[in-house]
């Protein structure tokens, strides 16, 4: 595991350092950006935050709102190929980090993935339950307090990722928000994770709850009228509390073709390599064993009917082993 001195060391006397969120960034992108963008501050490092894509979720608004954070789409940078990149929260062979110009120096992600040799630091630790826990480590290593706005951002995210504890959190999150707790604002954290949808999305709720289709432990629904990708996540884990249901698969049209949402409580039915396997010569997607998301570029190579029948003959498949 490599230090986070070593991050400094790398980034330090760089003319410019930005820091890169996964495409259409969640709480933990957002909150680890800002933390390091905290941190790397404290060694006179300037860093400025950039993403792909759109800031989907009101509640992860309300929080870059609460906290001030300054995070900016890539486009408003004239990046050039001197510049230096971070990517946290995701890998940058992943689909869903935009190739940006300039020099990835740096990858911090909790994802499953490869170590690159090719940058010089890399930390990936997929038994974390959010990238927000790796990068307050750095601050215990450092002994370095994060501050009331750092620790609520970093707070907030860990209970996102980990759905509140109850997917993929380990002993070190828990750790985690327990220090955390004794200096972030949590009447704020508990605000942004209850308030997670609007009275709009209820038509979302009521389109899936008219239209999925469920066959034994798998559920799966098409939004073919489009569905805000953050969102259906949230469809999913919905539908992943029904007691019956096991294995989720959700679609939507999109402006990047067909985006799936994927969700598994089942170990026999791993949402990360079900997905590949979906989608496998028509997309591609990633994630954890309980949790992933995939993509086909192509709204022409998609099928709902086809992608449910798909589903059903692997799920069918793998009990059957």
Do not use: W
Not at 271 to 291: C, F, P, R, Y
């Amino acid at each position: 595991m490599q230090t986070v001195k070593k991050l400094i060391k790398t980034l330090k006397n760089k003319k410019r350092v930005f820091i890169q969120t996964h495409n259409y960034p969640d709480h933990d992108a957002v909150a680890s950006a800002f933390a390091l963008q905290y941190l790397l501050k404290n060694f006179k490092i300037d860093a400025e935050i950039i993403y792909h894509g759109d800031i989907l979720r009101d509640s992860l608004q309300k929080m870059i709102e609460k906290l001030g954070i300054r995070i900016q789409p890539h486009y408003k940078y004239e990046l050039t190929d001197s510049d230096t990149l971070v990517i946290v929260d995701a890998n940058k062979k992943n689909k869903n980090v935009a190739a940006l110009k300039g020099h990835v120096a740096a990858v911090i992600d909790h994802h499953p993935g490869i170590e690159h040799e090719d940058v010089e630091f890399c930390d990936i630790r997929s038994d974390y339950g959010a990238c927000a826990s790796i990068i307050f480590s750095y601050f215990a290593e450092l002994m370095l307090e994060p501050g009331r706005e750092v620790a609520t951002a970093l707070h907030t995210a860990i209970n996102f990722d980990t759905h509140q504890f109850t997917r993929n959190a380990s002993p070190i999150d828990i750790e985690t928000v327990a220090m955390l707790y004794q200096v972030s604002d949590v009447n704020l954290v508990n605000s942004l994770v209850r308030n997670s949808i609007k009275l709009e999305d209820l038509k979302q709720y009521n389109y899936l709850i008219n239209n999925v289709y469920v066959d034994g432990i798998f559920a799966y629904c098409h939004f073919p009228y489009g569905c805000n990708k953050n969102l259906l996540a949230i469809l999913a884990d919905y539908l992943l509390s029904i007691e019956e249901v096991e294995f989720v698969v959700l679609s939507t049209l999109s402006s990047e073709g067909v985006s799936f949402c994927v969700r598994s409580e089942n170990p026999e039915l791993p949402a990360n390599t079900m997905i590949q396997q979906i989608l496998e010569g028509k997309g591609s997607g990633g994630g954890h064993v309980d949790m992933a998301g995939g993509r086909i570029p192509n709204q022409k190579e998609f099928d709902s009917d086809a992608v449910c029948r798909i589903c059903r003959s692997l799920v069918a498949h793998k009990l059957r082993k």
